[in-house]
């Protein structure tokens, strides 16, 4: 059974730039989580995604964004990028209210 | 809000010894779940065990078993027989039952195993 899949595993923009990146469940999960990894930061929530809708979100801007399609894979948008937003962005997926399986996640650099 | 807490940074053990990771947690619900996470060098986030609050057992996977102390608030993870690939950062993580479900971790501690 395949695992949780992300894309790209890096990513590269500068400042003011949108970044997207893409998510993909294990088969059958239907919700998706990502979360930040930034260096001294520690690992943050950022979004929940269940079924289509958006059910959770962490504390971050609203230029952090994203979507659920239905075939539940997610996808994670960043507009006018900053420097700190460079960070491993980590991708997770259960069946309902279960244990979250990540994948190998997604290094964004802002230059 | 729930906070997890990992207040060592760092250990190291000798392979095929015994280590003790620790982890404190604090909430007000009775209903939860508790997890450890292993991530590798490689960054994949690999899950290690899971508990339930509600199992007063605690939980064991092959070499790696808790110790769950609900009242304390406490979880901590024995790794036993120590492998090189058990170098890692290993984090504690917390998620309510329901529909909160977001993990929250703790910072994280770098387990490092010597030959």
């Known amino acids: 059974e395949a695992g949780v899949t992300q894309s790209p595993t890096h990513l590269i923009k500068t400042r003011g730039q949108q970044a997207t990146l893409r998510c993909s469940p294990i088969s059958g999960h239907t919700s998706v989580y990502w979360y930040q990894q930034a260096l001294g930061l520690g690992l943050q929530f950022l979004l929940w995604?269940?079924?289509?809708?958006?059910?959770n979100r962490g504390n971050f801007p609203p230029r952090f964004s994203g979507r659920q399609f239905p075939n539940y894979s997610s996808e994670l948008n960043v507009n006018a990028l900053e420097l700190e937003d460079s960070a491993l962005y980590l991708c997770a997926s259960s069946l309902g209210y279960a244990t979250q399986y990540f994948g190998p996640g997604t290094r964004l650099t802002v230059l | 809000a729930q906070t997890v807490t990992q207040s060592q940074p760092e250990m190291s053990v000798q392979e095929a010894e015994t280590v003790t990771l620790s982890c404190t947690y604090d909430?007000?619900?009775?209903?939860?779940?508790l997890f450890w996470y292993k991530q590798p060098p490689s960054r994949q986030m690999i899950l290690v065990i899971r508990q339930e609050a509600y199992k007063q057992q605690n939980a064991t996977e092959n070499r790696f078993s808790v110790n769950f102390q609900k009242a304390a608030k406490s979880f901590s993870l024995k790794i036993s027989d120590s492998q090189l690939g058990d170098t890692a950062m290993y984090f504690c993580?917390?998620?309510?039952?329901?529909?909160?479900?977001?993990?929250?971790f703790g910072k994280g501690i770098t387990l490092s195993v010597r030959p």
């Open positions: 909430t007000s619900e009775n209903n939860y779940y």
């Open positions: 993580a917390f998620m309510n039952s329901g529909a909160n479900s977001k993990l929250t």
């Open positions: 995604y269940d079924e289509g809708e958006e059910r």
